[in-house]
């Protein structure tokens, strides 16, 4: 198959995962075309069958902003045009859904049919997509879709709560890269990190409010009380500074690594002993899924997907929203015996194996498939 794929390309997870995904198809044999503003971040060495289309636009007077969504409809109209895809597999409902079905309408009356499929990734329903300035689009635009993905169960659910959708829609869950996120030997790391063998609390995100970095911070502290510990935090945003005022504030920035944004977050998640994801809303939990892949244990929040990946009392622990002081004991529970780290470190590396990208990569083709057969149906 020729496919094109549209993501945002930066470190967020659906680009993230969109990235991984064309990365494997392209791997299977298949020609993936990537199309969008910049290279997308883990799209960062050659791979055969891999494609790169840059989307450019002009700025005018008249406009405040450059016209991206335009911009990137006439470049969808040339991509499927000059290089025969057989079908769009766009990442993010806004603006890429709307941007597509444009797209196929253009297309359309040139007498060709390009089949859409939309991925659902989180924020985009949750967050952005509940906005009144935005909602009727992105339900129009999901309902004219060819087909429709969600990340989770609890994705699909809360897109159906939200949206009058008329489309169904499959649920394909995240994915990992075994042959990426594994733990390694990486003790000169470590011990640059805790010379004294302390155990390396590890978290990882965006910085945004969502993310809850001051409860990570909070946990740490309490675990830090009863057990000398590290504590790695990977990526950057605007919250940043007040985690960094709110270590400053307790005493505790000698034992805080403020590591910015990592491309090899792997090696890191290869000598952290805990990881924990306190977030308020996550529709999967990809990061939690990348350190478990890694045999870390994890210490999340309740919160939306998250307890599809972390089994509560098997890979980890799970938490009300904001309840650091249950996530704390938590911890303790974990890195306080060494038997009982080693035990949740085997379950989780064995919860992570059910989404090993290649359990997943057959379910998007055999999805692609479908929707393609459904398409020349419907062009007949």
Do not use: W
């Amino acid at each position: 198959m020729k496919i094109g794929i549209v993501c945002y390309p930066t470190f967020g997870g659906s680009g993230v995962v969109a990235t991984e995904l064309g990365i494997g198809l392209a791997a299977k044999g298949h020609e993936v075309h990537f199309i969008t503003y910049r290279r997308p971040a883990r799209l960062s060495t050659f791979h055969t069958n891999v494609f790169y289309h840059e989307v450019t636009g002009e700025d005018y007077p008249l406009f405040e902003y450059p016209p991206y969504d335009t911009a990137l409809a006439s470049k969808l109209v040339e991509v499927v045009k000059y290089e025969n895809l057989d079908l769009l597999h766009v990442h993010y409902a806004i603006p890429h859904a709307t941007v597509a079905y444009m797209a196929k309408k253009i297309l359309l009356r040139e007498g060709r049919y390009i089949p859409v499929i939309v991925t659902l990734h989180g924020t985009d329903i949750t967050l952005v997509g509940d906005n009144p300035a935005f909602k009727p689009v992105v339900e129009f635009a999901i309902n004219k879709s060819d087909g429709v993905t969600a990340v989770s169960k609890f994705l699909k659910q809360k897109t159906l709560d939200k949206f009058q959708i008329e489309s169904d829609i499959e649920v394909i869950y995240n994915f990992i890269d075994f042959d990426r996120f594994r733990k390694i030997d990486k003790d000169h790391f470590k011990k640059a990190i805790a010379p004294d063998g302390e155990p390396i609390l590890t978290h990882v995100s965006n910085f945004r409010k969502v993310k809850r970095v001051e409860d990570v911070i909070q946990v740490f502290a309490k675990v830090y009380q009863q057990i000398p510990c590290k504590l790695m935090l990977i990526g950057d945003g605007p919250e940043r500074r007040h985690a960094e005022d709110l270590c400053r504030k307790i005493g505790l920035c000698h034992e805080v690594r403020f590591l910015g944004k990592q491309d090899a977050v792997e090696e890191l998640l290869a000598i952290s002993d805990l990881f924990i994801i306190p977030s308020e809303n996550e529709s999967f939990g990809l990061a939690a899924l990348e350190a478990m892949a890694c045999e870390v244990p994890v210490i999340s929040s309740n919160a939306g997907g998250l307890t599809e990946v972390n089994i509560h009392g098997v890979t980890g622990f799970v938490s009300k929203i904001g309840d650091v002081d249950d996530m704390a004991r938590n911890a303790i529970t974990i890195l306080g015996d060494n038997n009982v780290l080693k035990k949740f470190r085997t379950n989780a590396l064995k919860q992570a194996e059910r989404f090993d990208i290649q359990h997943i990569l057959p379910e998007y083709e055999n999805y692609y498939q479908q929707v393609l057969e459904q398409s020349a149906l419907f062009v007949e």
